[in-house]
T-cell receptor
Framework: SQTIHQWPATLVQPVGSPLSLECTVE??????LYWYRQAAGRGLQLLFY??????ISSEVPQNLSASRPQDRQFILSSKKLLLSDSGFYLC????????????FGPGTRLTVL | SQQGEEDPQALSIQEGENATMNCSYK?????LQWYRQNSGRGLVHLIL?????REKHSGRLRVTLDTSKKSSSLLITASRAADTASYFC???????????FGTGTKLQVIP
């Protein structure tokens, strides 16, 4: 069966510090991968999605970036965090076919102070 | 931007009652999905309804889709305290597996 992992679960970082959040998927090949951010009590905002290694599409301009160094690894990064980067970050995957169901990881709670 | 807008934003009911949540969207879709999120957790897929379907059932869940009104509803029958969560609709309009999530309905089921 497929599983998706995210780490860390929680993170507290000072403004201006770098960020690296990791997501890995097991049990499937060539998945579509997604990074979302969820502000407190709000819906999900799609940040990045990837349909293959090295293929990253950005949905919103921001100081975050994403990379996909391996087929089942998706990394969210920042060189300098802003206060507004605080939120709940969710990674998800879907089968690269007509099936649109997305499967979510447990999320990372990021607080920027 | 958010394609789907859920209504109501929050709903509080007694255990055993039915809960109905609505979702409206703006553009044509290939399908619409409903997800559930427990507080501080990831989202869990509940049900997917395609644009050529009008109604779908899964256990205590019933989803309807009206493409002429660009709206969908999620009905949870005989609610339980464990149904307490936020519920999101998500629409797929494009060809690259991207879905757009709504703002969610926060459901509280009181035991």
């Amino acid at each position: 069966s497929q599983t998706i992992h995210q780490w860390p679960a929680t993170l507290v970082q000072p403004v201006g510090s770098p960020l690296s959040l990791e997501c890995t998927v097991e049990g499937t090949s060539n998945p579509n991968l997604y990074w979302y951010r969820q502000a407190a009590g709000r819906g999900l905002q799609l940040l990045f999605y990837s349909v293959g290694i090295g293929q990253i599409s950005s949905e919103v301009p921001q100081n975050l970036s994403a990379s996909r160094p391996q087929d089942r690894q998706f990394i969210l990064s920042s060189k300098k965090l802003l206060l507004s980067d605080s939120g709940f970050y969710l990674c998800a995957w879907s089968v690269s076919s007509k099936t649109d169901t997305q499967y979510f990881g447990p999320g990372t709670r990021l607080t920027v102070l | 931007s958010q394609q789907g807008e859920e209504d109501p934003q929050a709903l509080s009911i007694q255990e055993g009652e039915n809960a109905t949540m609505n979702c409206s969207y703006k553009t044509s879709i290939n399908n619409l999905q409903w997800y559930r999120q427990n507080s501080g957790r990831g989202l869990v897929h509940l049900i997917l309804i395609r644009s050529n379907e009008r109604e779908k059932h899964s256990g205590r869940l019933r989803v309807t889709l009206d493409t002429s009104k660009k709206s969908s509803s999620l009905l949870i029958t005989a609610s339980r305290a464990a149904d307490t969560a936020s519920y999101f609709c998500a629409t797929n309009s494009g060809g690259y597996q991207k879905v757009t999530f709504g703002t969610g309905t926060k459901l509280q089921v009181i035991p």
